[in-house]
């Protein structure tokens, strides 16, 4: 079955600590997403990448990273600079960016932070 | 004004309802207009999508955009209690780059009473 696969499903942290967010695909899509999404708020977009080694800011991303080293993974790390981590963690791919209109979702990753 | 306005609900109807869910929005260079569904605790999933103005069918789904009054509603027939959720519009225009990036409406909590 092709899909998103996102790891673990809960996830608690202390302040202070970095913690990475695993997002794996298998649909062979090129585009790559991780947003965040807030109780009564829409998904906001932390990051985007294209292609392996690329990858760009979206309308929250500080207090993030990522990286791209390979087309099937996308992972983020929520840094200690993040004030507000608490939030359910959602990534997301699509053909290419062109199509960015068609995006996929995996199931998500809450993360708790006290 | 914010870009996609929706209300969020909640909004419970009995099992067998004509269901409708509505989006507003702003900005005009919107081409692409999507609908999600999401289970509480899941990811968003992908109903349909819809390029410019018109109507699409899938199914007890049907997804209606007026690009004039820059309004767009998903109808769902015979509505059961497994439609219970909350559903998400979203809505993309292109970028100078050639992109698509989605920007979200807040979601609408759906309940069907059985």
């Known amino acids: 079955d092709g899909g998103i696969t996102q790891s673990p499903k809960y996830l608690f942290r202390k302040e202070g600590q970095n913690v990475t967010l695993s997002c794996e695909q298998n649909l062979n899509h090129d585009a790559m997403y991780w947003y965040r999404q807030d109780p009564g708020q829409g998904l906001r977009l932390i990051y985007y990448s294209q292609i392996v080694n690329d990858f760009q800011k979206g309308d929250i991303a500080e207090g993030y990273s990522v990286s791209r080293e390979k087309k099937e993974s996308f992972p983020l790390t929520v840094t200690s600079a993040q004030k507000n981590p608490t939030a359910f963690y959602l990534c997301?791919?699509?053909?290419?960016?062109?199509?960015?209109?068609?995006?996929?979702f995996g199931p998500g990753t809450r993360l708790t932070v006290t | 004004q914010k870009e996609v306005e929706q209300d969020p609900g909640p909004l419970s109807v009995p099992e067998g309802a004509i269901v409708s869910l509505n989006c507003t929005y702003s900005?005009?260079?919107?081409?692409?207009f999507m609908w999600y569904r999401q289970y509480s605790r899941k990811g968003p999933e992908l109903l349909m999508y819809?390029?410019?103005?018109g109507n699409k069918e899938d199914g007890r789904f049907t997804a209606q955009v007026d690009k004039s009054s820059k309004y767009i509603s998903l109808f769902i027939r015979d509505s059961q209690p497994s439609d219970s959720a909350t559903y998400l519009c979203a809505m993309s225009a292109r970028s100078g780059a050639g992109s698509y990036q989605l920007t979200f409406g807040k979601g609408t909590k759906l309940s069907v009473i059985p």
């Open positions: 997301a791919s699509s053909m290419s960016l062109g199509q960015g209109y068609e995006q996929y």
């Open positions: 900005n005009s260079a919107f081409q692409y």
């Open positions: 819809t390029y410019s103005s």
